[in-house]
Structures are given as structure tokens and as C-alpha cells.
């Protein structure tokens, strides 16, 4: 995988965290990941990022995290700029088997798939 990418991971659950961030180091090398708790805390640092950005940002979003979960996030997430979000991709990660979360991922024309936890490296090279 390419390391020309920027990294976002929205995840309350500190050792998918730690999981997540050790598969995408192993993966990507030296890429910049960042991680946040909440969609709440992901909105605040893209606001305080997104102008600053020179690659390609990749968003781990995850579902249900306190203060705002993942809908939430991409509720606001498409009040951005398109300028933003012509260089953003967005992947649910998730071990959700729930249908409605399914269905509403599926419809949401932001997100480009929804990924299970724990990451699939492989699985996810193939979709960037």
C-alpha cells in the first residue's frame, strides 16, 4: 500500500486503536495516523486540519462511540467543502452485523464501504 495517505481513525475502543494503527503502520510504513474518540473529536480536527492536507485523507470511522457516533459524524461531515471531500475517503469499520447499519452505510453516498473489525489490510489495499 501506498504511504501517501493521511489517516483519520474515529474509534472509542482504545485497543481497536492500538490494533487498527499497529495493522496500518505495518502496512503503510510510516504514514501519518491520527486517532480521535469520538465523531465529535473527528469533526474538530478535520475543521482544524482539512486545510493543511496534501494527501489523500482516508477516515477508519467506526458506529457507536459516546458523545457522537458514526452517523452523527457523517450527518455534519457533509456540511465540508467538496473540496475536502474530493480528497477524502471514508470506510465504516465495524463489527456491526446489525441490518439497518448495514443498509443506512450502504446508502450513504460518502462511505465507500464498511470494513469489520479488525481490519483486513488486504481486504482494505483493494479498495483504495
Not at 99 to 122: A, F, M, Y
Request: proline share 2%; glycine share 4%.
Amino acid at each position: 500500500m501506498k504511504s501517501d495517505y493521511v489517516f483519520l481513525l474515529i474509534d472509542d475502543n482504545s485497543i481497536d486503536q492500538l490494533v487498527t494503527s499497529q495493522l496500518l503502520k505495518k502496512a503503510v510504513g510510516t504514514a501519518e495516523i491520527n486517532i480521535v474518540n469520538n465523531g465529535l473529536e473527528g469533526l474538530n480536527w478535520l475543521n482544524t486540519n482539512y486545510n493543511k492536507l496534501e494527501k489523500t485523507l482516508i477516515i477508519l470511522l467506526d458506529i457507536n462511540m459516546p458523545i457522537m457516533n458514526g452517523f452523527e459524524f457523517l450527518a455534519q461531515y457533509n456540511s465540508f467543502p467538496e473540496s475536502l471531500k474530493n480528497k477524502t475517503q471514508v470506510f465504516m469499520l465495524s463489527s456491526t452485523l446489525n441490518n439497518n447499519d448495514i443498509e443506512q452505510i450502504r446508502c450513504n453516498h460518502s462511505v465507500k464501504t464498511l470494513l469489520s473489525k479488525p481490519l483486513s489490510v488486504k481486504n482494505f489495499e483493494e479498495f483504495i
